[in-house]
């Protein structure tokens, strides 16, 4: 691997100063494209969005705080966790496909202790 990228250090290093100003504004513009498009949308891109997981008396329920209307239920925790991860893919690709904004995950999970009375 150092090979390449000795390789190409010395491809850029050999370059010359309009051929590496024109590299440098080609770069410009892809950043400037992608920003535009929403790099945040990229389907590549990985987000972690919180998920409350609700023990009932014959299911655990699962529900995303930041994605309103994404469930799943389902007979253990480990399967409600599998199918709520699904539910989120699947509930951003409708996003997307509808030309919807993709809701960056904002909400956290904190414990507070308190005493049994």
Known sequence: MD???QERKVVIVNLSIQRKLE???W???KALILK???MKQREDLKMRYAVIVEDGESSFGAHVPDLPGCV???ETKQEVL???QEAIEFHLEGLR???QPIPPPSSSVEYVDVRAA
């Open 97 to 99: 496909d509808d030309g």
């Open 36 to 38: 535009q498009a929403g």
């Open 72 to 74: 799943a239920v389902a």
């Open 27 to 29: 770069l410009v513009k």
């Open 3 to 5: 090979g390449i990228w």
């Open 82 to 84: 599998k199918l709520i």
């Open 23 to 25: 590299l440098l504004l």
